[in-house]
């Protein structure tokens, strides 16, 4: 067996999938788990280290890098994912841990020439990203508040919008557009009733 084979034990179930693992690197000495795990709609079984982070399993084993690294320690919120439909700061939590579980990234909302999801063509519509560092993190946390509306039929409130706006950090904006972002996507009405513009920003930028 080569070098390359022997690194790269961890295959996918489904042979046709564009992110086959890679393996640990044979120097490492930690104990390894096998796992498998459903990642964006595909099956995945791996072999991964009991230290290894979910965030450097789904970057540098899964090559899924649209999920971001930021303050590692669950507070900027640029690593958020869904793990069975919940968003989760990947950073804290070890790979091992979503065995028999489902994740899905910013890289499963919409697939290389398909039509933006609708938080994602939100975003772009209220032009609620600067530099995009942090836009995946904001994505993924505005599209489980989106499903969760959606499933109880309920209109999302301005303690829920703000709450989920509240959950990532953005170092370039004044959120304005960010919120305004979430709103489109939740079916709300874009700017805040009784609330001028100016005060809307001043109010955004007071809690940035």
Do not use: W
Request: with cysteine.
């Amino acid at each position: 067996m080569t070098e390359n084979a022997t690194t790269r034990k961890a295959t996918t179930q489904n042979a046709g999938t564009q992110h086959e693992p890679l393996g640990p690197p044979r120097a490492e000495p930690t104990a390894r788990h096998t796992i498998s795990v459903e990642v964006n709609g595909e099956a995945v079984t791996a072999e991964v280290e009991s230290r290894l982070l979910l965030t450097d399993f789904l970057r540098h084993r899964l090559r899924l890098t649209g999920t971001h690294v930021g303050c590692e320690q669950g507070a900027c919120g640029a690593c958020t994912i869904q793990l069975d439909g919940q968003p989760v700061r990947s950073c804290l939590m070890l790979a091992a841990q979503v065995d028999g579980r489902s994740i899905r990234t910013i890289e499963g909302l919409a697939a290389p020439g398909e039509d933006l999801s609708p938080v994602q063509q939100a975003f772009a519509d209220q032009h609620g990203l600067q530099c995009g560092f942090c836009t995946p993190g904001f994505v993924m946390s505005v599209t489980s508040l989106r499903e969760q509306v959606e499933a109880t039929g309920a209109a999302a409130t301005e303690a829920e919008i703000q709450d989920c706006v509240d959950s990532s950090y953005c170092r370039c904006t004044g959120y304005v557009n960010i919120r305004k972002a979430a709103r489109q996507a939740l079916g709300v009405p874009v700017e805040v009733a009784g609330t001028s513009q100016s005060e809307a920003d001043e109010s955004e930028g007071a809690g940035a």
